[in-house]
């Protein structure tokens, strides 16, 4: 055998192996690596409906087009202390059980307008136990609209300091 074939091979199977991890990775975990939350790919789906369910598409991408529930989920697992992260676990899948009860069938399969319904109920009361984890969902989902590259190039138009001049600008 050649000295080049060998070298060379033995560069292909060692590319193999680092690759090789990527490809055994859990099919049930989330898309994401999180170092504090435990999600799993269904907690996921459910967190995509329902930020697609606050913000969703139309003229403009909705949430679930711009990843929002990625965001969510890293600022929750970056941002916020334990208690909350854990909250927001217990949350999530309470979100879950409370929508079966419901609706019949789990939040994400279920229609538009039965997703809004459940959700204004929630968000209504502010006694319902779900309110705070609501709260906490809203708010980030937001958070990332309004920081996504698509609300930052498409819809905020950006002057550079001073800005033009406008002479009929009533005073």
Avoid at 107 to 133: C, W
Wanted: glycine share 8%.
């Amino acid at each position: 055998m050649k000295r080049r074939t060998a070298i060379k091979q033995l560069l292909i199977v060692a590319g193999g192996l680092v690759l090789v991890p990527s490809c055994l990775s859990e099919s049930g975990k989330a898309s994401i690596r999180l170092t504090n939350l435990d999600i799993s790919a269904s907690d996921e789906d459910l967190l995509a409906a329902l930020v697609e369910t606050i913000i969703p598409e139309t003229d403009s991408p909705g949430a679930k087009s711009l990843n929002l529930h990625l965001f969510v989920l890293k600022m929750i697992d970056d941002c916020h202390s334990e208690a909350d992260q854990q909250a927001f676990v217990s949350g999530l899948r309470d979100w879950d059980q409370e929508a079966r009860k419901a609706l019949g069938k789990a939040y994400e399969k279920a229609t538009g307008s039965d997703q809004i319904a459940f959700m204004e109920a929630v968000n209504g009361d502010r006694g319902h136990p779900l309110s705070g984890f609501f709260g906490l969902v809203k708010r980030r989902t937001i958070q990332g609209y309004l920081n996504s590259q698509y609300v930052m190039t498409h819809e905020l138009v950006y002057e550079l300091a001073p800005g033009r001049y406008d002479g009929y600008a009533p005073a």
